[in-house]
């Protein structure tokens, strides 16, 4: 497995690493089996994937607590990143949504980042996390010398290994730069968003950060598993998705038709395909995935065995121009 160097820290990421949040159940991921998802961890870590993210959040504590029990006898085998600043704790800071019975707030203050380390820690049953992500970012960016103050305490406890931020822009990289290395940025990124990314890519390149991008198959939309009878239940996580719109849907499937002969010329799923075309812009991306079914962690590993050629890569982009242009007619 072809691994990246995080900053400065000794640690190496494996090119995919593989994201939690669906384990997590609840509303946001229906049908989830915990049994199911612990087999995928396990099998992740024997295929090479040295990389899991969770977060609180995610199933308001369960994926932390899946992952616990995943790592339970192993964690020294992982790379184990997990986030800060929601929780549904207490009435403190900024409502985000209410899902499966809890209000979740955003916030920022010193006291609640460390109740969110103590809590993730206890869930997850370990001493430190590898990599801490700040899971949203302060409206108002001259908070973020605070917030980065407090990991950078974190940090040098011993409690967490490495700073990263999620659900970012580069105002927020930028003001955070000015207070220390961020080691890893995690934040959307498909081949239909890519160019609203460049500017965050570049900027991550400019400063030896991995750009972490998920999404990467627009929540299963490119993987060709969304068809145009697909009605989206209120509360679930695709319902966030521009690309899930009937009229931008119908022109995202039209183009994912026309790879049907490449995915017979390299034998792959248009999942792995898209994959494998997704990991060329940069050497600096990685991508992270999530699944809870074995079936489709093999598939996603066998995308970093497909080579495509220029005539293979032009095809694709132009393919791509075309469904961005109908998409915003």
């Known amino acids: 497995m072809k691994t990246i160097n ?4 000794g640690m190496a990421v494996s090119l995919l690493s593989l994201g939690t ?3 997590g159940g609840g509303t946001a991921w229906q049908g989830s089996d915990d049994a199911e998802s612990i087999k995928v961890m396990h099998r992740a870590l024997e295929l090479g994937i040295n990389f899991i993210d969770t977060a609180p959040v995610y199933g308001t504590g369960h994926s932390e607590d899946l ?26 800071g900024v409502k985000q949504y209410d899902r499966d019975g809890k209000s979740v707030y955003r916030c920022f203050e010193a006291a609640s980042l460390k109740q969110d380390l103590e809590d ?14 700040t899971h949203r970012q302060p409206d108002d960016i001259s908070a973020i010398s605070e917030v980065y103050g407090v990991l950078d305490d974190f940090k ?6 490495a700073i990263g931020i999620s659900n970012c822009g580069t105002e927020h990289l930028n003001e955070y730069l000015k207070c220390g290395p961020v080691e890893m940025v995690q934040e959307k990124f498909s081949l239909l968003d890519a160019a609203d990314k460049k500017e965050l890519l570049s900027l991550c390149e400019k400063n030896n950060i991995v750009y972490q991008g998920f999404s990467t198959l627009e929540r299963g939309l490119l993987a060709g598993r969304i068809g145009m009878d697909y009605e989206i239940q209120k509360g679930e996580a695709r319902s966030s998705i521009p690309w899930m719109d009937k ?5 995202i499937l039209e183009m994912l038709k026309k790879w049907d002969a490449l ?5 792959c799923s248009i999942a792995s395909l898209v994959i494998a075309y997704t990991i060329k ?3 600096c991306l990685n991508i992270l995935f999530g699944t809870s079914r074995l079936e489709s962690l093999n598939d996603t590993v066998s995308s970093l065995e497909i080579n495509l050629d220029e005539g293979d890569l032009a095809k694709m982009k132009e393919d791509i121009c075309i469904a961005l242009k109908a998409c915003a007619v």
Not at 67 to 92: H, P, Y
Not at 156 to 161: L, S, T
Not at 247 to 251: F, V
Not at 263 to 267: I, L, R, V, W, Y
């Open 247 to 251: 009229n931008k849907r119908m022109h």
């Open 120 to 133: 993730s820690l206890k869930r997850i049953g370990t001493d430190y996390i590898d990599i801490y992500f």
């Open 21 to 23: 949040w669906g384990m």
């Open 281 to 283: 812009f940069s050497s």
């Open 67 to 92: 992952v616990g029990r995943a790592l339970k006898g192993r964690r020294q085998d992982c790379i184990l990143s997990t986030k800060c600043t929601l929780n549904w704790r207490e009435e403190r």
């Open 263 to 267: 995915c017979k010329k390299h034998k």
């Open 6 to 9: 995080i900053g400065n820290t």
């Open 156 to 161: 040098r406890q011993g409690r967490i290994r």
